[in-house]
């Protein structure tokens, strides 16, 4: 069975680490139970996917924090918009978008 884990990014943010990747392949707006190396336990939602091995052994997603106005929003508690909080500039953005905090893809 496939294990979320915390794992570092190349900015030094947190993000989510998959391995290996299942069928069909996780996607942003997911929520997940990620493992800290303390065997705690954590539910947070997926951002952007970052970067996903060729062979599917693992893939690295960032972790988006989900503004309170897009929870249960819409029928069956899907947000109806689209997009994320970004952690950096606090702006909901849509993913693909340039972060004017850090220069970096969202
Ligand atoms: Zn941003």
């Known amino acids: 069975m496939a294990t979320w884990t915390y794992a570092k ?5 947190w993000g989510a680490r998959i ?7 996780p996607r942003a707006g997911e929520r997940v139970t990620l ?3 303390s065997g705690e336990r954590k539910d947070e939602t997926l ?9 599917g052994a ?6 988006a924090r989900v503004a309170p106005a897009a929870r249960g929003a819409g029928a069956g508690g899907r947000p109806t918009r689209r997009g994320y909080e970004c952690d950096e ?3 909901r953005v ?8 850090t220069g970096m893809t969202h």
């Open 9 to 13: 990014l190349r900015d030094d943010s």
């Open 89 to 91: 500039c606090c702006d």
């Open 19 to 25: 391995a290996p990747v299942p069928t069909p392949a």
């Open 35 to 37: 493992e800290k190396r």
């Open 94 to 101: 849509i993913p693909g978008s340039r972060c004017w905090e």
């Open 47 to 55: 951002g952007e996917l970052v970067f996903i091995a060729p062979d």
């Open 58 to 63: 693992f893939a690295l997603f960032r972790v």
